[in-house]
């Protein structure tokens, strides 16, 4: 499985950003799959997964109510739309995903490359 993150950018304050990912590759189904971020000098944070193959999900207290994640019907996609930003959202966000079946190694964290947002005042 691969992860191919797309999107981010740099927004003013109260701007809005959309993030894309995609799972490629074969054999497996999506478990969960979501955005994780990043600053210099801080350990990553999960900011929005969806769990349960899309069932469910689950958002930093910091991104209620501005941030939506959402799995795009039967692709092994999710989108992160971002609204409302803030200075404080500027990170580089990370793709995470956990997949079963017979073409991914189980337990294991498949991550995207990151892509940076940046949200100026």
């Known amino acids: 499985v691969q992860l191919q993150a797309s999107g981010g950018g740099s927004v003013q304050t109260g701007g809005s950003l959309r993030l894309n990912c995609v799972a490629s590759?074969?054999?497996?189904?999506?478990?969960?799959m979501g955005w994780y971020r990043q600053v210099p000098g801080k350990e990553r944070e999960m900011v929005a997964l969806?769990?349960?193959?899309?069932?469910?999900?689950n958002y930093a207290d910091s991104v209620k109510g501005r941030f939506t994640i959402s799995k795009d019907g039967t692709k092994n996609s999710v989108t992160l739309q971002m609204n409302s930003l803030k200075p404080e959202d500027t990170a580089v966000y990370y793709c995470?995903?956990?997949?079963?079946?017979?073409?991914?190694?189980?337990?294991?964290?498949?991550w995207g490359q990151g892509t940076q947002v940046t949200v100026s005042s």
């Open positions: 995470l995903g956990w997949f079963s079946g017979w073409g991914v190694r189980p337990d294991y964290d498949y």
């Open positions: 969806i769990v349960d193959g899309g069932d469910r999900t």
């Open positions: 590759g074969s054999g497996f189904i999506m478990n969960r």
